[in-house]
């Protein structure tokens, strides 16, 4: 049995997963939690060999593993190529973990236009459309899960990550009206938002990072939210906090705080 099949014990779990981001530290993670005999997962990522590092994980858990390579820059690509996979496997649950976290390059007082464009392509625009077209076919089928990862990043203007900060912000957003308009149709979305998590792109952002949960707590505490039904999960509590704390401060001193949060050389 799955670690989320032991936690929600009552709840049938989902039997047909996509994963995108699985070559990453949390993609893998949340593959991992729901990895069981019975199990199909379907891993999308980019670097082959880290996806297959993490399939064999699966596998070894005893899941059926599939993976497809892919770059979400194509979003036409990907529809197709979600299309396809979903026609095969019928999924009843997708992890949209895939995504970027650049930050103004050092030097840089303002970001870059190109940074602005790729991470609206593969942070917002390309999880988006995906989510969308998922729950479209989970309609049919009477019911699933769509998860979107954002980030506690985007609830705050930060100047230094503009680009990072607006592409989860838009994401949240657009979370929240599918979500609305999916529930009658019985397909819930999450959109978690974690703050720093232990991983290889994590640890490349620089500066200190309050909160630090390593991957697997991440997906673990992901997967609950989840299969809870959660609607807009932020982890740990603290960052849910400072959500309101920023709405409530007055714009200059709010800027002036944001200002000051870039990282060393940013
Ligand atoms: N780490 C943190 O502190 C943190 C905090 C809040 C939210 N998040 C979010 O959590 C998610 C996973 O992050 P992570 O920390 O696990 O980072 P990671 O280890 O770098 O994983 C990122 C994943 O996204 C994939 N990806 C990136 N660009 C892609 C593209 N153009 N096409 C296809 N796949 C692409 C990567 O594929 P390849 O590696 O194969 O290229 C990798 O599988 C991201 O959405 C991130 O924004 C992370």
Redesign the pocket.
């Known amino acids: 049995m799955s670690k989320i099949g032991r936690t929600f014990p009552g709840i049938s779990g989902p039997k047909r997963i996509l994963v ?8 893998s993670a949340l593959a991992r939690v729901h990895a069981a005999p019975g199990v199909s997962l379907c891993l ?4 082959r060999a ?2 297959d590092a993490a399939a064999d994980q699966c596998r070894a858990l005893g899941s059926a593993v599939e993976v497809r390579s ?4 194509d979003g036409e690509a990907a529809l197709d190529a979600l299309r396809a996979e979903d026609a095969d496997m019928r999924f009843d649950m997708a992890y949209l ?5 650049d930050t103004r390059a050092p030097g840089q007082r303002i970001e870059s236009a190109g940074l602005a464009l790729r991470l609206g392509q ?2 917002f625009s390309v999880p988006a459309a995906m989510a969308s077209e998922l729950v479209q076919h989970m309609a049919e089928r009477g019911g699933g899960r769509v998860v979107l ?5 985007g609830q705050h203007a930060l100047p230094f990550a503009a680009a ?1 900060a607006a592409s ?1 912000a838009g994401l949240a957003r657009y979370a929240q009206a599918l979500r609305i308009a999916a529930a009658p149709l019985g397909v819930s979305v999450t959109l978690a938002a ?4 232990d ?4 640890r490349a ?1 620089p500066g200190p ?1 309050p909160l630090l949960l390593g ?1 697997d707590e991440a997906a673990r505490r992901i997967a609950r939210a989840a299969m809870a039904g959660k609607g807009h999960f932020v982890t740990p509590w603290p960052f849910a906090a400072l959500r309101v704390i920023d709405r409530m401060l007055p714009t200059g001193l709010r800027a002036r705080l944001l200002r000051g949060l870039a990282p060393p050389g940013g």
Do not use: C, E, H
């Not at 892919?70 to 820059?73: I, K, Q, S």
């Not at 973990?97 to 976290?101: I, K, L």
């Not at 990862?149 to 990043?153: L, N, V």
């Not at 974690?194 to 998590?197: E, R």
């Open positions: 995108t981001g699985a070559s990453g530290g949390l993609g999308w990522g980019r670097d880290r996806l892919l770059d979400l820059a973990v895939a995504g970027r976290g593969v942070n990862i954002g980030s506690a990043a990072y989860k974690p703050g720093f998590i991983t290889p792109a994590g952002v990072k991957a």
